[in-house]
């Protein structure tokens, strides 16, 4: 294949920001929602994509072979072929573009249809020409030709694509303004929820990273992998600079996309370059490249994207790829995240982009921390690195770079840096959607520094890896008494069950039962639940035949015995409890007995990999926080990482003499004012 990347880069690509504009009108004007402007573009521009780079390959002929189309036809097709870019034989051996096509109104047609039937089939399977009623469309040149034609737009719309020359540009230049054309508009229907281009600037910082962890000598071979490549902005982007700029000769890439239009434009793309694969499909289900490992993986995964259409093929998997557990399917990041984990080399370095809820979304036993768990306890994350607000073309959240190494050095065992790079940006001179910021050269500069001292700077913290564990505590709290008193301290020390004897009536709140035995079962069970969810606030009483009447206090949280006598009793803080049973006799006994007020709750605490010292940190923090009797149940580990709770800075708070004195100084100068 021909790696035509290394072009020199002309005006900024945006300059035909008016062009689309006026192809935008066209399509207005005809009545074309849109929230479809994206898909009645993309083939069109996927078209002045090929064509640039056909004319491009075709001087890269010119000049290494030396070969002319006028002089040498035969040997001259031969050489081009033999570049295994794609071929066209109306644009290649005629030398018609879509610009010559159009300058004639009356042969338009008869020559737009002969170029497009001139591509080869693969490049005609990906643009959507002559493909049968059951085969997969792609871009769908055919459809969206037929309707342009249908509204008598089809020359006007052709025309304006005409003018625009992308033979010039890179393939991160392109993706720009595709991304453009997508962000214009698409959004209006939400169909890109969850997608988020990766910049221009991001990726330079992602490239500048892998530059620095990859290892292997120069001249051998690095196989890079985007399992999320859309139009493989971010996997050239990165294959791209590390050529370039890290000085690497001999890159494959390899990527995979599930979104008909993405994956055409990212497989045409990677006819023009030299070791390129693009898959099509799940990359989850799929698993296209599953018995090859990568030394570099990047990937911007969508966020907060359901799963659930394919939950069961990914509960069904048999080939290891999601190992830890699974997260919610309401969100997807964190399978992409043990994907890539699976695929990665053992020497491999992956930097993948999330939000922010990969780092702390779900509790203690849950899939999502089940997953941290596992990846942590591999020792596989080396940093994290979180990223301005408002980086993104449609989201201004803050989003996060996870470094993950396999065979981290062994001053880096046991360590995770985190990295605060959410300061490190400056205003765009004209927003970009939400991208209103980049990171110049120098921001990068900084970040990737940080990462290789790895020592604590002002925007790194260097952590152990146990930092961000914790246990998550279960335990069950007897409540008591503003007195400090408790049941299980009076009636029922030995902890059996006291039962009051002989309930004549009942008292819930306002609500007086003065024959308990006409209640039916039902009755008691609405009695229980509504005492069992009103505990804490509910006044309870129970009058007895001869042991007088045992009262729940809510002021005081305690029940209190007053005797036949009138002597009052405090029994501590204690509940209620009501049952039915039948007993042998047939006969409906109603049962009502004084328990310990018992409350599940749980603590969190910090975790320590060695048990013992877990143990003792578990005694040391109940004995200094909690002050009620208590059992310990289950502890549960969990994982999570906090940014803003790691780079907290306390608010500044003014002294109150200072404030006082402004005050004084306000209040001065309104007696000035005049009324």
């Not at 690509?13 to 192809?23: A, G, N, Q, V």
């Not at 879509?98 to 300058?103: D, G, Q, T, V, Y």
């Not at 497009?116 to 997969?136: S, T, V």
């Not at 143990?615 to 289950?634: A, I």
């Amino acid at each position: 294949m021909a790696d035509i990347q290394n072009i020199q880069q002309p005006r900024d690509i945006m300059h035909y920001e008016s062009d689309i504009w006026e192809i935008a009108d066209l399509l207005l004007a005809a009545s074309v929602k849109q929230s479809d402007f994206p898909a009645y573009m993309m083939p069109f521009f996927a078209l002045m994509m090929l064509e640039g780079r056909m004319l491009n390959a075709m001087k890269r002929v010119e000049e290494e072979e030396e070969l002319t189309v006028k002089d040498d036809p035969v040997d001259f097709k031969e050489a081009f072929i033999d570049m295994d870019c794609g071929y066209n034989e109306y644009i290649v051996m005629q030398g018609k573009t879509l610009s010559n096509i159009c300058n004639s109104d009356t042969t338009f047609e008869q020559d737009f249809n002969s170029y497009l039937k001139a591509f080869d089939a693969e490049l005609k399977k990906l643009l959507g020409i002559e493909r049968g009623k059951d085969e997969k469309k792609y871009l769908n040149m055919d459809y969206y030709v037929a309707e342009l034609r249908s509204k008598k737009i089809l020359l006007s719309v052709i025309t304006a694509w005409s003018k625009i020359d992308l033979s010039p540009y890179d393939n991160s230049a392109i993706t720009t303004l595709e991304e453009h054309i997508k962000r214009k508009w698409a959004d209006i229907s939400a169909s890109t929820a969850g997608e988020q281009y990766t910049p221009d600037d991001i990726i330079s910082l992602i490239a500048d990273i892998v530059a620095t962890k990859v290892r292997k000598p120069k001249n051998q071979n690095i196989h890079v992998y985007d399992p999320t490549c859309g139009g493989a902005n971010l996997l050239f982007g990165v294959a791209d600079r590390l050529h370039s700029q890290a000085g690497y000769k001999n890159i494959h890439t390899w990527g995979s996309e599930y979104n008909d239009a993405l994956y055409a434009l990212a497989a045409i793309e990677s006819r023009f370059r030299n070791h390129s694969q693009i898959s099509y499909g799940n990359t989850l289900t799929t698993a296209p490249f599953m018995n090859r490992s990568f030394d570099v993986i990047v990937a911007n995964p969508p966020y907060g994207t359901k799963w659930s259409g394919y939950e069961q093929d990914i509960k069904n998997d048999q080939k290891g790829q999601f190992p830890g557990g699974l997260p919610s399917v309401s969100d997807g990041q964190l399978l992409f995240m043990q994907h890539i984990l699976w695929q990665l080399d053992q020497n491999g370095i992956a930097v993948e982009v999330h939000n922010g809820s990969t780092l702390f979304s779900g509790d203690a036993g849950s899939g999502e921390s089940n997953i941290r768990k596992y990846i942590f306890d591999h020792d596989w994350v080396e940093a994290i690195i979180q990223m301005p607000q408002n980086e993104f073309f449609n989201t201004g959240i803050y989003t996060y770079l996870w470094i993950m190494n396999k065979q981290k050095p062994f001053e880096r065992k046991d360590k995770v840096a985190l990295i605060d790079g959410s300061h490190l940006w400056r205003l765009l001179k004209k927003a970009k959607g939400d991208k209103r910021r980049e990171m110049t050269e120098e921001h990068r500069a900084k970040i990737v520094q940080a990462l290789t001292e790895f020592a604590p700077s002002d925007i790194c913290k260097i952590f152990d890896r146990e930092h961000f564990y914790y246990n998550k505590q279960s335990l069950t709290l007897t409540e008591i008494s503003d007195k400090g008193r408790y049941v299980e301290q009076t009636v029922c020390p030995d902890g059996k069950v006291f039962v009051i004897k002989d309930p004549v009536s009942l008292t819930i709140g306002e609500d007086v039962y003065d024959d308990l035995f006409m209640l039916t079962s039902d009755d008691i069970k609405a009695i229980a639940k509504r005492v069992t969810s009103e505990r804490q606030e509910l006044a309870v009483s129970v009058a007895t035949e001869n042991d007088g009447v045992y009262a729940f206090l809510p002021e005081q949280c305690t029940i209190v015995h007053t005797g036949k006598d009138g002597k009052k009793r405090d029994l501590g803080c204690g509940a209620f409890s009501f049952k039915t049973t039948v007993n042998k006799k047939q006969v409906v006994v109603h049962k009502i007995t004084i328990e310990p007020f018992l409350i599940s709750d749980y603590e969190i605490i910090p975790h320590h990999f060695d048990a013992h010292e877990n143990q003792r940190e578990v005694e040391v923090f109940m004995q200094k926080y909690v002050f009620k009797p208590y059992v310990l149940g289950k502890n549960v580990v969990g994982v999570e990482l906090n940014f803003n709770k790691e780079f907290y800075v306390p608010e500044k708070i003014d002294k109150v003499d200072d404030i006082l004195s402004e005050l004084k100084m306000l209040a001065k100068e309104m007696k000035g004012i005049e009324v």
